[in-house]
């Protein structure tokens, strides 16, 4: 139980340092869905640990009418998440979270098959993800990536790199291929 509160002590202070519409953690705490989904998910995941499936689902589809963001139960999520303008992000079972990363509204971080495998991202640390994306499939965003708004990212994303487009690719790829890379000289 101290742990979950500690959790949401650390989301309080990183929301209110890094948001800069964010005045305060009491207005965090009661205006922000981000924060009222990752406590609904924080229950759902402790009961789908223990088995009770159907209560999971259930408390996290609640939490889904009430905020606008779906979070699968079974999904793994470090400290610090940051759902910035929440709506419409929607975060697979088998998906796994670092630490202090930020997602922005329209994300999804789903799967591509029916297979009962990891089928879902998983994000490193202080990752972050532009509006609209769709990081799909079981792959890998490493730490400190960004992925650019409405990307659709299938293939692994190294750390420090950034990803954009629709058949996103490494942002440095691209320059090289549109005679971009003499300007920088």
Avoid: W
Avoid at 10 to 34: F, G, Q, T, W
Avoid at 58 to 87: C, M, Q, W, Y
Avoid at 162 to 182: M, P, S, V, Y
């Amino acid at each position: 139980m101290f742990k979950y509160l500690k959790y949401l002590h650390y989301n309080l202070e990183r929301s209110v340092k890094d948001d800069p519409a964010a005045h305060s953690k009491i207005e965090v705490l009661l205006l922000y869905p981000h924060i009222k989904a990752l406590i609904f998910h924080r229950v759902s995941h402790f009961l789908y640990n223990h088995h009770l499936y159907f209560l999971a689902r259930f408390n996290s589809n609640i939490a889904r009418f009430i905020t606008g963001i779906e979070i699968h139960p079974g999904a793994v999520i470090g400290k610090g998440l940051l759902i910035d303008h929440g709506i419409g992000v929607v975060i697979g079972e088998t998906t796994i979270i670092g630490d202090d990363c930020k997602i922005y509204h329209g994300v999804t971080l789903g799967g591509t098959g029916k297979q009962h495998a990891k089928r879902h991202p998983t994000l490193g640390n202080h990752v972050l993800i532009g509006c609209g994306a769709k990081c799909l499939g079981n792959i890998t965003i490493g730490d400190y990536a960004k992925i650019g708004a409405n990307a659709v990212v299938v293939t692994d994303v190294p750390e420090h790199t950034t990803f954009i487009g629709l058949a996103a690719k490494d942002k440095r790829d691209q320059r090289r291929c549109c005679g971009e890379e003499n300007e920088d000289k």
